[in-house]
């Protein structure tokens, strides 16, 4: 992948300290919703960021496909690195635990609503909720 500096750059913008920032968050912590990068961006050191910086930070950041985001409750997206978004999200109603399965595992359903609907899904950009295994027990 091409540096995101680059990216950047291609597209008349710069790597600012805050868009670095930000990222760095969202590398390290896998899933995080804005507000909780704005907690940790705050936590690393550096200078405060407003909320409206940190979402900046992230559309500059998707739109160039270096993160993407998901919906894992009806609250604000989670968001990720693009390139960990091959997987679907399961979502445990009663402890909030979030797991990961191949999206290979939703081949037939997709299949299923193209073939009836004409409709292409993305599992990866949604959430299936239920009970984790503990939970259930």
Do not use: K, W
């Not at 992948?1 to 790597?15: K, S």
Request: charged share 25%.
């Amino acid at each position: 992948m091409q540096d995101v500096g680059e990216q950047l750059r291609a597209r008349g913008l710069r790597m600012t300290s805050q868009r670095r920032r930000v990222l760095d968050v969202v590398t390290r912590e896998g899933h995080v919703t804005p507000d909780r990068v704005v907690s940790l961006v705050a936590a690393d050191g550096g200078q405060r960021l407003a909320a409206s910086t940190v979402y900046r930070a992230l559309e500059a950041l998707e739109s160039l496909g270096v993160v993407a985001h998901t919906h894992l409750d009806h609250r604000a997206p989670s968001y990720h690195l693009a390139d960990h978004a091959g997987h679907i999200h399961l979502v445990c109603r009663r402890c909030g635990r979030v797991e990961e399965c191949p999206e290979a595992f939703a081949t037939e359903f997709v299949g299923n609503v193209l073939a009836v609907n004409g409709f292409v899904a993305d599992v990866t950009h949604m959430a299936v909720h239920g009970e984790c295994a503990e939970c259930s027990r």
